[in-house]
């Protein structure tokens, strides 16, 4: 439920929107979260209109999803959200094959493999997917799709033509006014509504043509990493200076898979053991190494709801509330199936994550909460 927007909101109100069963007062930690006041005065004033969403990452629910997808041989997975639904696009290895399906709540799915297979063709899908409200876009080399609705797709002809059939698309991502692709040889695009793209060279030409794993926004800037230490910045997805003390960092054989960014600090993490996180507060500057006793490095890292997430490939599921003290969330763990994983991928989108695990013998989908 939501808080009323006027009249009079009772101590009473806010427990129960809290759904909590104890006393509260005005200054409890959980009544500041709800009225996004850290500090200083607050008053039941502060709650009109407000919404308790519970944390992320801590509890898990499994969801089961459409025939053939309880069981497959592995191959690449992803899946993506936004406020009309959720996409989950996974390549089958043996038998080869592609597979899609789609759910409007993260709950209840349906297969649209086939109007997927239609326009996409005999390219694999599940590299990469990335949705914002009123698009939907399945990233691949030489057949990158898009859907408005998330079961009609068409032919991302511009985005093809950035990303031929030679050079894998890997990341997707958007600040709010535009769009941005990166992935094998450095390759970059840009684009003001997903639909047309433009490729931008400055990346390549930044990071030596080395591959670019992923890619963030954090407020100002883009920061962009990759395969041999590399990472860069630009202003404007166009114009791209290498970040040497990045690479002095992590050492220049690392593979830096994730980045994600809450405005005031950066993280990446990195195939190296003793460097799997670091971090920047001053844009990239400089970097630290985080003390943190990651699993494995992340495949996927998120910023959402005032947290940080990631995931690692042995199905360790991550959460954070500064990008420093990382938590283990172990009910994920415990929910994903036990065999060899191929791919785990999350989204997050209207108010909940929806991940997919992909492995040797079956498809995996939890929600959270």
Known sequence: MTLQ????????????????????NLGASS???LASLVSGEISLSDLYGRTFIPPLGLNWTLRSVPSPLAATNGGTGSVCGNSTGFVAAFYDSSPA???????????SWINISA???????????????????????????????????????NALTSLRTVFPANISLLRLSHNGSMWIAVGESGRCGTSPDGITWTQRTGLATAVSSNVINDVCWT??????????????????GITWTNNTAFTTKVVSTTQ???????GSIIIATTSLATQRCVASTDGGVSWSTLSTSLYANFIRSHYAQGTFLGVTLSKYFYTSPDG???????????LMNTDTIYE????YAQNKIVAFSYSASLVRCLTSP
């Open 31 to 33: 009544v500041r979260s």
């Open 344 to 347: 785990c991928d999350f989204c």
């Open 256 to 262: 830096a898979k994730t980045v994600v960014s809450n």
């Open 115 to 153: 109007a997927v297979t239609t326009a996409i063709g005999a390219a694999k899908v599940g590299i990469t997917t990335y949705a914002v409200d009123g698009l939907f876009i399945i990233g691949t080399d030489g057949a990158s799709i898009y859907s408005t609705d998330g079961t009609t797709w």
């Open 219 to 236: 407020g100002s800037q883009w920061v962009a990493v990759g395969n041999s230490g590399k990472c860069a910045t630009s202003p404007d």
């Open 324 to 334: 420093i003290t990382w938590t283990e969330q172990t009910p994920h763990r415990t």
């Open 5 to 24: 927007s006027t009249g009079t909101i009772s101590l009473s109100n806010v427990n129960t929107e809290l759904t909590s069963s104890g006393q509260l």
């Open 97 to 107: 094959g592609n597979h899609a399906i789609f759910s409007s709540d993260g709950v």
